[in-house]
């Protein structure tokens, strides 16, 4: 049995404002701990979510080689980026953070993948040859970070349909996606493709 967080659940742990770059919002922590699971989260939030169109929301897992390395490996911290801007020019949505650094594998492990890529295996080899999950997450937890924002639709910035079915089951209907396309290199494009081919992203 699969349990989803609530409201009820949920615990809404810290709010502060927090100015950008990129505009001023307000960054909200959250916390759900089920039978010795913990998770958190980060919601950034700007404008009114309640009222109006369906706001942008961009659910976004921690990768801390690329969102604070500025690792070419991967197009994680482009997506943040275009999605921040671009929310914070509208004035109104939210990027879900979330504390899945590598796909749900933890940054170590991510290491040991790499090192593995390095010797000719992909993403997905490198992650089953390390006899791990190649995709552990679940978005269980910004569903109901939505719910507890009152969000009932959202104009969802993603490339991987996994997040539209899980907001959808989560109770958050996906009004429009909307595709966070990233520049590819010389670095990242093999990558991209496993995403494209292996994964399903809508690349």
């Given at each position: 049995?699969v349990?989803?967080p609530?409201?009820?659940?949920?615990v809404?742990a810290a709010?502060?404002?927090?100015?950008?770059?990129?505009?001023q919002?307000?960054?909200?922590g959250?916390?759900?701990?089920?039978?010795?699971?913990?998770?958190?989260a980060?919601?950034?939030?700007?404008g009114?979510?309640?009222?109006?169109?369906?706001p942008?929301?961009?659910?976004?897992?921690?990768c801390l080689?690329?969102?604070?390395?500025?690792?070419?490996?991967?197009?994680?911290?482009q997506?943040?980026?275009?999605?921040?801007a671009?929310?914070?020019k509208?004035?109104r949505?939210?990027?879900?953070?979330?504390m899945?650094?590598?796909?749900?594998?933890?940054?170590?492990?991510?290491?040991?993948?790499y090192q593995?890529?390095?010797?000719?295996?992909?993403t997905v080899?490198?992650?089953?040859a390390?006899?791990?999950?190649?995709?552990s997450?679940?978005?269980?937890?910004?569903?109901?970070?939505?719910?507890?924002?009152?969000?009932?639709?959202?104009?969802?910035?993603?490339?991987?349909?996994?997040?539209i079915?899980?907001?959808?089951?989560?109770?958050v209907?996906?009004?429009?996606?909307?595709p966070?396309?990233a520049?590819?290199?010389?670095?990242?494009?093999d990558?991209?493709?496993v995403?494209?081919?292996?994964l399903?992203?809508?690349?």
């Open positions: 049995m349990i989803v609530t409201i009820m659940d949920l809404h709010e502060a404002d927090f100015p950008s770059e990129f505009g919002f307000r960054i909200h959250f916390e759900w701990v089920h039978e010795g699971e913990r998770e958190e980060v919601a950034v939030v700007i009114d979510l309640k009222t109006g169109p369906p942008v929301l961009r659910i976004h897992s921690q080689t690329g969102d604070v390395f500025h690792s070419l490996r991967c197009d994680c911290r997506q943040l980026e275009m999605a921040l671009a929310i914070g509208l004035g949505g939210l990027v879900i953070y979330e899945k650094e590598g796909r749900g594998i933890g940054i170590i492990n991510k290491l040991r993948a593995l890529q390095d010797e000719g295996a992909d080899e490198a992650n089953e390390l006899g791990l999950a190649i995709d997450r679940d978005y269980r937890l910004p569903g109901a970070i939505c719910k507890y924002f009152g969000i009932e639709a959202v104009r969802l910035m993603s490339n991987n349909p996994d997040k079915a899980a907001l959808e089951a989560a109770g209907r996906v009004a429009e996606r909307v966070t396309i520049p590819d290199s010389v670095h990242s494009k990558y991209l493709a995403k494209r081919e292996k399903g992203h809508l690349i």
